[in-house]
């Protein structure tokens, strides 16, 4: 379904990917893991659209995405929760949600999934007119995935869905990842919390300084020759990975 | 083998006397021809002083300002009431005695002005450097407006709507060379000072700078008010190259103008701004030209009024699409490296090489 | 009565400069642009009723909405969207410039004297309640005002395109990333500024009977004052700090001694930059809402 290749971005002079390269197949959870600054958020902010690469290639369902605007990519099937919610803040819940159905027509089925949203996530219920600005954390989490969702995208990308949340929430956040894997949706998801994203993931990538530096099945990545040194860069003392 | 800073610092006074060298060149040339060139480049390295003074707040503090015509109008008013022959301050203006009377050697008239005009900013710059993004540059507007409205309108010192005539005409080429040449060497000097380079570091992240114990907001009222001063010496050169000021002398139009040439070279570097005067008044005056009439043959053509300041606002239109970073960008002149050998930047480790090995 | 008389005049000025102040604030809160430009869509909206004076006062007005909103749309095309993602510093000397363009394209064409335009003449009569005169002209300047302010207001909470250009005024990434498109929203916030744009400058053609090419120049400087009052990015402080514009100008000129009348904008420009150094980030506008590190 999605297929990055050689991709290189640069900021200014500091090169931010270099020769990333990352498949997911439809209907996996592929998850995305590293320390600070390798480069994660990057990729997925170069996926949407948002970043410009200077070198590379990036394959949605066989089609190029590149130099694409990313409000055409959501009509692609693709859908980026970003890191930090990035929820409208001044704006209702509802309109938040409703926000997410941009760009498509089908009524009936957007009151549908507007539906499907808060039953997922009960509290958005609860908050329906409230600013979304006043929602805790965690609720913001969900407002904004259930937002991403309403486009039905075939593809979403969460970045960091679990930064500043307590586990239990996190918990309710990766169950409605999996519920979405049940209905079909493909996940790409950048996580810090290395436990998380072995657990929920079907395979894993590791970066490190905008490269990719082991990828695999995530049930045999963890205990994987090289892993520690994968994913930090240098040789450490063994259990440093919490 | 030299230290780093050594070899920077070299240069640094290299690329100053580069620049020196060439605005002398500039100004001998001139000399030589007809005395309409002389008054073209004349009027173009006025507008160079102002522009460096300009450079020295913009380009070290990455904050635009739009009040710096303001410092031209104190000063070049300042300079006027203190050398206008008594007689005729009598008619036009309604003085005090004591500043009716006074009459200053030109000279001292120009420094006093001068120095009137960095302490006008340091009274109105030390509150309003404190404000973040756009209420800064919006400030400074504000004090170009205030000092506007009060050239304007206060008929007893500044004649008002009327001009004020009888301003002693001092300034030709060599004088505004010595000036300009004064002012590159301030502002080169400021630029690589250890307070130049505390204020680059507040525009580059004000945020890392604050932490590491830079006041932003003391460093820029020092770039404001240093710039004040030249550009105020600027205001001085222009108002007695024409000998006469109006209060829409110093407004809109030249701050425009004198924005473009910042704009165009490029605001980070002196290299910049002498680029931007260089080629803002030539085109200015190929255009002027045109719109006086070019004879080929027996045809004149000649374009309609404002011709000059369109074909202006079009070029800086256009560099701001195209080049942003202006003409010259971060570029400081130097001599061309001719079989010196260029050091290649140092490749970052890859921690890959690090991993996969063992 | 001196009071009530003046507090009518501050209003319906107020009124004005909160439509041009509206106008600057939508570019803003969208695109991060200070329009200096803006003043010259007025102007246009000047020319155009003069190059219309042969017809009916409505077609005059109508006129001015077409071209000066086409205008507006046209300058975004041509010279704002190539600079989309440039700084706002860029931005605001690129706006400079083309105001510029404009005013000396103008000057080129209708030359630099004013030109006397005839519209709206009898709305200068005054209607007379007891003491008090008030010029229709005013009134109506306050009515249309007011019921522009709430068509915007249920133009943001109720249309789809309206909801989307806030969602884009707060936060544009994110509002692309859900699938506003961005040219849309763009090209709305300018469409509606310009056709503000149109309705300040037949104001102000109605007004001083004529129209020139600077008379954008000042209009635009008190709007921006206006809208950094009431705080970038905020429709409502925009209108705010129009009319508290008006209201604080008007009573400058009633209460200040007769020999300091002729400073009242330098007064006021002098108690924009106290207000702010007390409260920079606007009026309607919370001090947290600063840029996080």
Redesign the interface.
């Known amino acids: 379904m999605l297929k990055v290749s050689d991709l290189h971005v640069r900021y200014g002079n500091v090169a931010a990917l270099r020769g990333v390269s990352v498949e997911v197949q439809a209907g996996e959870i592929v998850a995305v893991i590293g320390p600070n600054g390798a480069g994660k958020s990057t990729l997925l902010l170069t996926i949407a659209g948002v970043v410009r690469p200077t070198r590379g290639s990036v394959l949605l369902e066989e089609g190029s995405t590149l130099g694409l605007a990313p409000e055409r990519l959501v009509t692609r099937g693709l859908s980026l929760v970003p890191e930090g919610r990035h929820i409208f803040a001044s704006m209702t819940v509802a309109e938040n949600i409703r926000l997410g159905g941009t760009g498509r027509q089908d009524k009936a089925a957007i009151a549908q999934d507007q539906d499907r949203v808060l039953t997922m996530f009960p509290i958005l219920r609860q908050r329906y007119q409230q600013k979304a600005g006043q929602l805790s954390g965690g609720e913001q989490q969900m407002l904004a995935i259930g937002r991403a969702i309403m486009a039905r995208p075939r593809l979403l990308l969460i970045d960091e869905p679990s930064l500043g949340l307590a586990p239990l929430i996190v918990n309710q956040v990766y169950d409605a990842v999996m519920a979405l894997r049940q209905g079909g949706v493909t996940v790409l998801v950048v996580e810090q919390n290395v436990h998380r994203a072995l657990a929920v993931a079907d395979r894993t990538y590791v970066m490190n300084s905008g490269s990719v530096t082991m990828a695999g099945r995530s049930a045999e990545l963890k205990t994987a020759e090289g892993f520690h040194e994968a994913y930090f860069g240098f040789r450490g003392a063994k259990g440093a990975v919490a | 083998m030299a230290e780093p800073w050594a070899i920077e610092r070299e240069r640094k006074i290299r690329s100053c006397l580069l620049l020196a060298a060439l605005i002398v060149l500039a100004a001998v040339l001139a000399a030589l021809g007809p005395p309409a060139l002389q008054r073209t480049v004349t009027e173009a390295i006025i507008n160079l002083v102002v522009v460096l003074g300009m450079f020295i707040f913009v380009g070290n503090s990455g904050v635009l300002s739009f009040g710096h015509i303001a410092f031209m109008a104190v000063a070049g008013y300042s300079s006027a009431i203190m050398t206008i022959p008594p007689a005729k301050k009598a008619v036009l203006l309604k003085l005090p005695p004591s500043l009716e009377a006074l009459q200053l050697p030109v000279g001292a008239a120009a420094l006093i002005a001068a120095a009137l005009t960095g302490l006008f900013a340091l009274v109105v710059g030390a509150p309003i450097m404190r404000l973040k993004g756009i209420a800064l540059p919006m400030a400074t507007f504000g004090v170009l407006m205030v000092v506007h409205v009060v050239t304007a309108n206060w008929q007893e010192v500044t004649g008002g709507r009327q001009a004020l005539v009888g301003l002693p005409v001092y300034v030709n080429l060599w004088v505004a060379l010595g000036a300009v040449l004064v002012t590159l060497a301030v502002a080169a000097a400021y630029k690589g000072s250890r307070r130049g380079l505390l204020l680059q570091c507040a525009r580059e992240n004000e945020v890392a700078a604050t932490a590491s114990g830079i006041d932003p907001a003391r460093e820029r009222l020092l770039a404001f008010v240093i710039s004040a001063v030249f550009v105020g010496l600027g205001g001085v050169l222009f108002a007695h190259f024409i000998g006469t000021v109006t209060a829409n002398t110093f407004y809109l139009n030249i701050t425009f103008t004198t924005l473009a040439m910042l704009v165009v070279g490029g605001m980070r570097s002196l290299t910049g701004a002498v680029v931007g005067v260089a080629v803002v008044s030539t085109v200015s005056e190929i255009f002027r030209t045109i719109e006086k009439g070019v004879s080929i043959g027996d045809l004149t053509l000649s374009a309609p009024p404002g011709l000059q300041e369109i074909a202006l606002a079009l070029m800086m239109l256009l560099i701001l699409i195209f080049r942003p970073q202006g003409l010259v960008g971060d570029f400081e002149l130097d001599w061309p490296k001719w079989g010196r050998r260029k050091s290649a930047p140092a490749e970052p480790a890859t921690t890959d090489q690090r991993v996969h090995g063992s | 009565m001196n009071l009530l008389q003046s507090l009518i005049d501050a209003c319906s000025l107020g009124a004005v400069y909160a439509l041009a102040a509206l106008g600057i604030g939508l570019t803003f809160s969208i695109m991060r642009l200070?329009n200096f430009a803006h003043g010259e869509l007025i102007m246009i909206g000047g020319y155009t009723l003069y190059m219309s004076a042969s017809q009916p006062y409505l077609v005059m007005g109508l006129a001015a909405l077409l071209v000066v909103t086409i205008l507006a749309l046209g300058m975004e095309r041509v010279?704002f969207r190539?600079?989309r993602r440039?700084?706002?510093?860029?931005l605001?000397?690129?706006s400079?410039?083309?105001s510029?363009?404009l005013q000396?394209?103008a000057?080129?064409i209708f030359g630099a004297r004013p030109v006397a335009i005839d519209f709206l003449s009898p709305l200068s009569q005054s209607l007379e309640i007891g003491p008090l005169r008030v010029p229709w002209l005013q009134l109506l300047a306050l009515g249309v005002t007011l019921m522009l302010l709430a068509a915007l207001s249920s133009f943001f909470r109720w249309t789809?395109i309206g909801?989307?250009m806030?969602?884009a005024a707060?936060?544009f990434?994110?509002?692309?990333?859900?699938?506003?498109?961005?040219n849309r929203v763009i090209a709305a916030a300018f469409a509606i500024s310009g056709t503000l744009a149109s309705i300040v400058s037949v104001y102000m053609v109605a007004q001083t009977g004529g129209a020139s090419y600077k008379m954008g120049?000042n209009m635009v400087?008190f709007a921006?004052?206006a809208s950094?009052i009431g705080g970038?990015g905020s429709l409502a402080g925009a209108a705010l700090g129009g009319f508290l514009v008006g209201v604080v100008s008007v009573l400058l000129q009633t209460y200040l001694p007769e020999g300091m009348r002729?400073?009242r904008?330098?007064f006021l420009?002098?108690l924009?930059?106290a207000f702010?150094?007390w409260r920079?980030?606007g009026l309607l506008v919370k001090a947290s809402d600063?840029?996080r590190?």
């Open positions: 200070i010279a190539p600079l440039a700084s706002p510093a860029t605001l000397i690129a400079f410039a083309v510029f363009l000396h394209v000057m080129m789809a909801v989307q806030r969602a707060e936060d990434t994110m509002a692309r990333l859900v699938g506003i498109p961005a120049v400087l921006f004052v950094v970038m002729l400073y904008d330098a420009f002098a924009f930059i702010l150094l920079p980030q600063r840029e590190v």
